[in-house]
C-alpha cells in the first residue's frame, strides 16, 4: 500500500508569519500563515488526500469508510498535526477551557526552529482566580509566568488546564486531540475572545510545563511523548531506518528530504511533508533526514 500524502490547510494569525515558506519551500508567499493543519479531521479544516488511489479523500471520511487502512476502531481519527509559524508571541492560554473533565485535552509540541533567546510560557505562578484577573487586568501576566528558553529538538507536553504561550521565533510541530478545546485568556493587548470566567473550572493554577524525557527505543528512533491520546518519536533517518506494522497506522511529519520505499516502489517527500503508512503496509524504509512519527497509544 503506498503512503498517503496530504495537502494541508493553511490557516492566517495575526502572530503568522511568512517562514514556512522559506523554511519548507511548499508553502505560499505573501500571507501570514499561523497554523498549517497538516492532518486534521476537523471541520472546515479538513486535510486531503494528495494523490493515488485515494487522492482527494478527507481524512475523515477516509478512516470512516476504509478502517482497514487504520487498525484503530474509535469514534474519529484520533488526532490533528499542525506545523505552526510564531512570528510574534502567541496568545496566553489554556486547552479544555470551560471543561470540568480534562481527557482528551493533552498536546505535544516540538520545536523544529528557534531563534536565539526564543521561549515559551510554560505555567504560572498565580495561586488564585482574584490573582489572575489583576493580572490581566493590570497586564502583568509575564511577572508571574514560568519562561522556558527553547532550542531545536526540544519537545513540551502541554496538559490540560495550563497556562501557555509560545514566543517570536519559533517554528512548531503541534500534535494533540481533534476533541480539543482552547480558550485565551490574554492576547497582549488585544481583545480576548473568551469570558475569563468561563475557563476557571480547569484552570490549574501554580502547574507547569516541563522538557519531555527523552528515551532510546532502537538506534536512530527515539520516543518523546506517550500518552493516552498518542505516541511521538523522533526518527533520525539519514542511515536507513526499517519500520514494521504493529497493525496501526503512523503518520510521519519530515523535517528533510528522503524517500520512503514499500515493497518495490519508493516515494519522494520533501522537507514539511506529513504522510501516512497504513495499518495493512507490513514494512517500509525510511531514508533521509528527520523525522517525526505519531502513532496511537495502542502501539507499544
Not at 495575526?14 to 497538516?38: D, T, V
Not at 471541520?43 to 476504509?66: D, P
Request: proline share 4%; aromatic share 12%; with cysteine.
Amino acid at each position: 500500500m503506498e503512503p498517503l500524502f496530504f495537502v494541508p490547510f493553511f490557516e492566517e494569525k495575526h502572530w503568522g508569519g511568512s517562514n514556512l515558506a522559506s523554511y519548507f519551500g511548499k508553502y505560499p508567499e505573501g500571507i501570514r500563515i499561523g497554523e498549517s493543519w497538516e492532518v486534521s479531521p476537523v471541520q472546515y479544516r479538513q486535510t486531503f488526500v494528495r494523490s493515488g488511489e485515494f487522492a482527494g479523500n478527507m481524512v475523515s471520511e477516509l478512516f470512516k469508510r476504509n478502517r482497514e487502512l487504520f487498525g484503530i476502531d474509535t469514534p474519529y481519527f484520533p488526532f490533528v498535526i499542525k506545523i505552526l509559524d510564531v512570528d510574534s508571541q502567541c496568545p496566553v492560554m489554556i486547552h479544555g477551557g470551560g471543561m470540568k473533565n480534562d481527557a482528551g485535552q493533552t498536546e505535544g509540541l516540538y520545536v523544529i526552529r528557534a531563534e536565539e533567546g526564543s521561549h515559551i510560557i510554560a505555567g504560572t505562578k498565580l495561586d488564585n482566580s482574584l490573582e489572575l484577573f489583576n493580572a490581566i487586568a493590570q497586564e502583568t501576566i509575564m511577572d508571574s509566568a514560568d519562561v522556558i528558553e527553547t532550542k531545536k529538538g526540544d519537545c513540551f507536553v502541554v496538559p490540560a488546564g495550563v497556562l501557555h504561550s509560545i514566543g517570536a521565533g519559533h517554528i512548531i510541530y503541534e500534535i494533540s486531540s481533534p476533541l480539543r478545546e482552547s480558550s485565551q485568556i490574554y492576547d497582549w493587548g488585544r481583545y480576548s475572545e473568551n469570558n475569563i470566567e468561563s475557563v476557571l473550572d480547569s484552570f490549574k493554577f501554580g502547574k507547569t510545563i516541563g522538557k519531555a524525557e527523552r528515551k532510546e527505543l532502537l538506534p536512530g528512533v527515539t520516543r518523546l511523548i506517550r500518552s493516552e491520546l498518542f505516541s511521538l518519536d523522533e526518527i533520525d533517518a539519514t542511515v536507513e531506518v526499517k519500520g514494521k506494522s504493529s497493525g496501526v497506522f503512523n503518520v510521519y511529519t519530515a523535517l528533510g528530504r528522503g524517500v520512503v520505499t514499500v515493497e518495490d516502489s519508493s516515494y519522494k517527500y520533501n522537507s514539511g511533508d506529513t504522510f501516512i503508512i497504513t495499518a495493512n503496509t507490513e514494512e517500509w524504509t525510511l531514508t533521509g533526514g528527520t523525522l517525526l512519527k505519531a502513532y496511537p497509544p495502542l502501539q507499544i
